[in-house]
């Protein structure tokens, strides 16, 4: 079965900088679109950023934009979350997920999950 294994969370604060890592296990990444999307608690999950399956297109929700910065490296099969500037509205499980598609869209329906890690932002 395919897996997904998210890492890097942790608690930080406001202003700070965490890098989240989403590593695949028993199939390649090469052939999908990768999203990273986040869950508050009391919230709807809200998609955060995606890469496209060639990195050349990512996408990144406005909450998100100038702060965040998605990476993939193929070679590891891994694929990054830069977060800089936190807020403490940005404290969720942020979850990474694939899409077998070219298109980087967060609004597609994503086939694999990770089981999440936790980012706190807190004084």
């Known amino acids: 079965q395919l897996q997904l294994v998210e890492s890097g969370g942790g608690l930080v604060q406001p202003g700070g900088s965490l890098r989240l890592s989403c590593a695949a296990a028993?199939?390649?990444?090469?052939?999908?679109?990768i999203g990273w999307f986040r869950q508050a608690p009391g919230k709807e999950r809200e998609g955060v950023s995606c890469i496209s399956r060639s990195g050349g297109s990512t996408n990144y929700a406005d909450s998100v934009k100038g702060r965040f910065t998605i990476s993939r490296d193929n070679a590891k099969n891994t694929v990054y979350l830069q977060m800089n500037s936190l807020k403490p509205e940005d404290t969720a499980v942020y979850y990474c997920a694939v899409v077998h598609s070219v298109l980087c869209e967060l609004g597609a329906y994503y086939d694999y999950w990770g089981q999440g890690t936790q980012v706190t932002v807190s004084s």
């Open positions: 028993r199939f390649t990444l090469d052939y999908y679109t």
